[in-house]
């Protein structure tokens, strides 16, 4: 089987690292050539080449599609493409709209892969829980996207036009990712590794009792890339699919901190539940967007980690 070359885009990233490192790793008949790219995080980019040598790394800025072509002379047309670029931040997105949409609709990258006489490249795109409404619980893949801020909708926007413009792909529609630190520490704060940090500083923090997530493992996400990527490379057909991907459990904010509280042994007094109406942050957000895993485990026969045996997992590497 030859070897396969794949993209990460947006490979300075949380997810983006952890896919890295577990690429490199294997070891089997059909070893992968590995290429990322990079925009703002430069500086997060040597101690990922060092644990990753034979990766190539390429700053490509996704607006502009400014950087593909160096990939496509020095790296060539990629077998596999995971985009996990976005500008993610609800808040952010929110007082940033255009920048939201030109950053999370892939349309550089899209037109990149068309300029190519081949179009097999399978796509696989980090969607998220968002493009939900969040009025109940267990969202299906079928449900209709009513996203309630511009984070969602340039999601939604993101989904509509991968399906429309390219005819190979994987839409993942990730919950809240969590787990250990990357190689190369990214700057954002990690949620259950900030849960950890307030609570052990013995004062009471407030969290939010009435909005409900179903948090995934990262490596469990890692896990279900690699196999809808042997999926492909096994079956040797085009893919169109769309699927849920969150951990088994719907959880609250609340429900979240108690549980790190119960693994590290810290008075669950310090937790105070508020309602999500009580605090103003300057965006709105879905109340409930628990989802139906089903499909994924179903199509992939994955059984995602526990929500209590991720944190343990995660706080072990702490």
Known sequence: METKRMLVVGGTGYLGQHLLLSLSQIKDNAPYDLAFTYHSNSNLLQPLLDAIPHSLAF??????????????????????????????????????????????????????????????????HLSTDQVYEGVKSFYK????????????????????????????????RSSIIFGPQTISPVPKSLPIQWIDGVLSKKEQVEFFHDEFRC????????????????????????????????????????????????????????IKQVSASSVYRGVSSPADISMDISKLIQTLNISPTSFRDGVILTLESA
């Open 141 to 172: 893949e079928e449900d209709e996207t009513v996203p309630v801020n511009v984070y969602g909708k340039s999601k939604v926007a993101a989904e509509q036009f991968i399906s429309k413009s390219w005819p190979n792909f994987a839409i993942l």
């Open 59 to 124: 700053h490509v800025d996704l607006v502009t599609g400014d950087g593909f072509q160096s990939i496509a002379s020095k790296f060539g047309l990629p077998h596999v493409v995971v985009n996990c670029a976005a500008l993610s931040v609800p808040r952010v997105c929110e007082k940033e709209p255009d920048a939201a949409m030109s950053i999370n609709v892939p349309n550089s990258l899209v037109n990149w892969l068309s300029s190519f006489e081949e179009r097999d490249t399978l796509l696989i």
């Open 215 to 270: 948090p995934v493992y990262v490596k469990d996400v890692v896990t279900i890339i690699l196999s809808l990527i042997n999926k492909w490379v096994i079956e040797g057909k085009q893919m169109k699919l769309l699927l849920n991907v969150g951990g088994p459990d719907r959880v609250s904010r609340v429900q979240m901190a108690e549980t790190v509280a119960y693994v590290r042994g810290y008075n669950t007094s310090l």
